[in-house]
Nanobody, 121 residues
């Protein structure tokens, strides 16, 4: 059994920063690629940032230059550093491990429960 647990969300003023964390626990052998997605009220879930197994990154145009994704394979954890936050960044943020490998060498697609980020003055 595998769980992804996000943390670090909250309320922040425009221009502020937050750092989200997502840790995989349970029968995890290797996390491989990881990504962050977000869903604002009334909108579809969208990809925010992705990091490959080798560490290559890509970002949605709306967050380029402001957000940074990173991961610590030893801790089975992915991070999202969010700077210069804007009200339009308000959403529930979800982490995703699309090809996480368990100790039984089985690949699976896992999602966290989400963490709320609210950018408001």
């Amino acid at each position: 059994q595998v769980q992804l647990v996000e943390s670090g969300g909250g309320l922040v003023q425009p221009g502020g920063s937050l750092r989200l964390s997502c840790s995989a626990s349970g029968n995890v052998f290797r996390i491989n690629a990881m990504s962050w997605h977000r869903q604002a009220p009334g909108k579809e879930r969208e990809l925010v940032a992705h990091i490959s197994d080798g560490g290559s990154t890509n970002y949605a145009d709306s967050v380029k230059g402001r957000f940074t994704i990173s991961k610590d394979n030893a801790k089975n954890t992915v991070y999202l550093q969010m700077n210069s936050l804007k009200p339009e960044d308000t959403a529930v943020y979800y982490c995703n491990a699309p090809d996480l490998e368990t100790i039984d060498y089985v690949l699976g697609n896992y999602w966290g429960q989400g963490t709320q980020v609210t950018v408001s003055s």
